[in-house]
Nanobody
């Protein structure tokens, strides 16, 4: 069973930076869209940013100009560079990907286990 493995969360002061990374831990055929979502207790999970296979990106208004999403199609990885972090960015961040395991199969949606990002002085 393929899983998305995330890394890079932690505690940072306001104005600081963190970089999140995510990749599947098994053999796959292809990945279409990869992205990052976040969730705080009592609220719905929300899109932070996503990126298509061709590099087209999409960002939540709240992170535009501060966060940058990128991917390496040769390594099937997606990264989220987060700069100028604010306390309101504090959340559990989840990696998301539409993965096709075998040629000819439909792509399925996968989620990572989540990584905590805390922005606090």
């Amino acid at each position: 069973q393929v899983q998305l493995v995330e890394s890079g969360g932690g505690l940072v002061q306001p104005g600081g930076s963190l970089r999140l990374s995510c990749a599947p831990n098994g053999s796959i055929f292809s990945i279409y869209t990869m992205g990052w979502y976040r969730q705080i207790p009592g609220k719905q999970r929300e899109l932070v940013a996503d990126i298509r296979y061709d590099g087209t990106t999409n960002y939540a208004d709240s992170v535009k100009g501060r966060f940058t999403i990128s991917r390496d199609n040769t390594k099937n990885t997606v990264n989220l560079q987060m700069n100028s972090l604010r306390p309101e960015d504090t959340a559990v961040y989840y990696c998301n990907a539409q993965i096709k395991l075998q040629r000819g199969e439909d792509g399925l949606e996968y989620w990572g286990q989540g990584t905590q990002v805390t922005v606090s002085s």
